[in-house]
């Protein structure tokens, strides 16, 4: 991780991280989706702090359909 990128920790449905990855994949850079294998439903995301508010923008907005939970941020 570089020294510029801010780590977002967020707890999600795990049948919604491939739709989430695509989602953020979709916007090409803007952050970098990482599952946590010791917790299954908590993901990472690599932001930098040009990106951070679009992609908390973008969880709270998918957390409209499901649940989004910031552990971190």
């Known amino acids: ?7 977002l920790k967020v707890k999600v449905p ?3 991280i491939v739709f989430i ?4 994949k979709s916007y090409e850079g803007l952050a970098i989706v ?3 294998h010791d917790n299954p439903d908590e993901i990472w995301l690599d932001v930098t702090e040009g990106t951070r508010d679009d992609v908390i923008a973008i969880m709270q907005d998918l957390g409209e359909k499901f649940p989004v939970e910031f552990l971190d941020k």
């Open 1 to 7: 991780m570089r020294a510029d990128t801010i780590r």
């Open 14 to 16: 795990q049948e919604e």
């Open 21 to 24: 990855d695509m989602v953020i």
């Open 34 to 36: 990482t599952v946590d």
